[in-house]
């Protein structure tokens, strides 16, 4: 069964950061674009972040740059969203996907995760 499993939600302090994981199980992982992706009450899904299979290119969108890194670890199967700095307005479930990058920003393609809630409150 092809899968993928976020991990690392929860409930964090103005200006905390926590690290999501995105595992894949029934495929490698290595051979795709992955994305994360996330929504709020009431809001549309919205693009994170995305980074190619090989590394070389990575999306951010713009109200994360700077505070979110993407990375990879193919010998573990699994992609990361390292948050930092975060502020109530990033609270969301996040999801991750595969994906394919756009002109001017990425989608989600397919084998979505059931998401993690991330909770920014004090």
């Known amino acids: 069964q092809v899968q993928l499993v976020e991990s690392g939600g929860g409930l964090v302090q103005p200006g905390g950061s926590l690290r999501l994981s995105c595992a894949a199980s029934?495929?490698?992982?290595?051979?795709?674009?992955i994305g994360w992706f996330r929504q709020a009450p009431g809001k549309e899904r919205e693009g994170v972040s995305c980074?190619?299979?090989?590394?070389?290119?990575?999306y951010y969108a713009d109200s994360v740059k700077g505070r979110f890194t993407i990375s990879r670890d193919n010998a573990k199967n699994t992609v990361y969203l390292q948050m930092n700095s975060l502020k109530p307005e990033d609270t969301a479930v996040y999801y991750c996907?595969?994906?394919?990058?756009?002109?001017?920003?990425?989608?989600?393609?397919?084998?979505w995760g059931q998401g993690t809630q991330v909770t920014v409150s004090s």
């Open positions: 996907a595969t994906a394919e990058f756009r002109a001017y920003d990425c989608s989600g393609l397919g084998s």
């Open positions: 029934g495929f490698t992982l290595a051979s795709y674009a």
């Open positions: 980074i190619s299979s090989n590394n070389g290119r990575k």
